[in-house]
Nanobody, 122 residues
Framework: QLQASGGGLVQAGGSLRLSCTAF???????MAWFLQAPGKERELVAT????????YYTDSVKGRFTISKDNAANSVYLQMNSLKPEDTAVYYC??????????????????WGQGTQVTVSS
């Protein structure tokens, strides 16, 4: 029920904006972006709470990435600036009835988008 888009190939230092739309009305409390690099576990990038808009970022993206939402459009966005080659991964959006504690783990989310590839060249 989640549709992600916006990935692509960009040079280091460039920017991309990912979008994720939920096509069904959801009772989720949080939405998030995760990434998964080849051969690695899925990792949290950022979360945003639907009510209030509280955000959380993993240390590696603080100051470079911004998560935002549009409640009316049931959409969440990830603006990625100053991209680095190590940001290369498949990015997944997720929605779920997470709590503040579980919102930073994949287990807090029950709905996942199909993933969008982000490749940053050096």
């Amino acid at each position: 029920q989640l549709q992600a888009s916006g990935g692509g190939l960009v040079q280091a230092g460039g920017s991309l904006r990912l979008s994720c739309t939920a096509f069904e009305r959801s009772v989720s409390t949080y939405m998030a972006w995760f990434l998964q690099a080849p051969g690695k576990e899925r990792e949290l990038v950022a979360t945003i709470r639907w009510n209030g808009g509280h955000t959380y970022y993993t240390d590696s993206v603080k100051g470079r990435f911004t998560i935002s939402k549009d409640n009316a459009a049931n959409s969440v966005y990830l603006q990625m600036n100053s991209l680095k080659p190590e940001d290369t991964a498949v990015y997944y959006c997720a929605a779920g009835r997470a709590t503040m504690l579980t919102s930073t783990t994949p287990q807090g989310y029950s709905s996942w988008g199909q993933g969008t590839q982000v490749t940053v060249s050096s």
